[in-house]
């Protein structure tokens, strides 16, 4: 079916498709890896560039690399299904990931530490602590409990007048050590009232959609 597979590179990068030219580093595919899982999923189209031209897949290694990657270079193991397409007499595999259910998978990296990466929009991004504290409390089915004190509608009042924070505006404008800051965003992610935004310079909070409804259950 090459017009699938035609249709999937049309739509260019982006949350939950990405493309790979090639795959030659453990780490670095490892990082993708889990970044879809630790995300909404997704699917790895290997043997495709980046502007989207088909270069075919050029190795069968390609395919042991990931598995390589999937079992050795990522914690917990991520999971993978396969599916080869033929299109102008070139292969692309799609790499199909699905959303984790294991929380948070982590990478190694070149200096053998594990860290956690989150998609978003077309680039990956490591984790924030705050993130993996709140999959860890969900894995542990620890209920979110939260009192709406002072700092936290100082959070509440400044996120319906502006789009987002970060957690060292928060930390200011509330008089919070980082421990306290974290406790209650953690504590309001767990709750469903706040969205994580990922930048290259920083990790943002915003109000999610529907989170009056959310916040009636604790006033």
Not at 72 to 79: A, F
Not at 189 to 218: H, P, Q
Request: hydrophobic fraction near 40%.
């Amino acid at each position: 079916m090459p017009e699938y597979i035609k249709q999937r590179i049309a739509e260019g990068e982006h949350q939950r498709l990405e493309f790979k030219f090639e795959v030659s580093d453990f780490r670095k595919i490892a990082r993708t890896l889990v970044s879809f899982s630790n995300s909404e999923g997704g699917s790895l189209l290997i043997g495709v560039k980046d502007n989207g031209a088909i270069a075919g897949v050029r190795s069968e290694e390609e395919y042991f690399m990931i598995d390589g990657a999937a079992k050795m270079y990522c914690k917990p193991e991520v999971p993978f299904k396969v599916r080869e397409w033929k299109t102008d007499n070139k292969k692309v595999l799609e790499i199909i990931i699905e959303k984790g259910k294991d929380k948070p998978y982590k990478a190694q990296d070149d200096q053998g530490q594990w860290i956690a990466y989150t998609r978003q929009g077309d680039q990956n991004f490591k984790t924030s602590n705050i993130m993996i504290k709140v999959w860890e409390s969900q894995k542990a089915g620890i209920m979110p409990f939260i009192r709406i004190r002072q700092a936290e509608q100082i959070l509440l009042a400044y996120l319906e007048n502006t789009k987002s924070i970060s957690i060292s505006k928060f930390r200011r404008i509330a008089g919070l050590s980082l421990p306290e800051a974290e406790e209650i965003l953690i504590g309001f992610c767990l709750m469903g009232l706040i969205d994580t935004e990922y930048t290259s310079t920083a990790v943002y909070f915003s109000l999610a959609s529907g989170y009056e409804e959310i916040l009636k259950r604790y006033l």
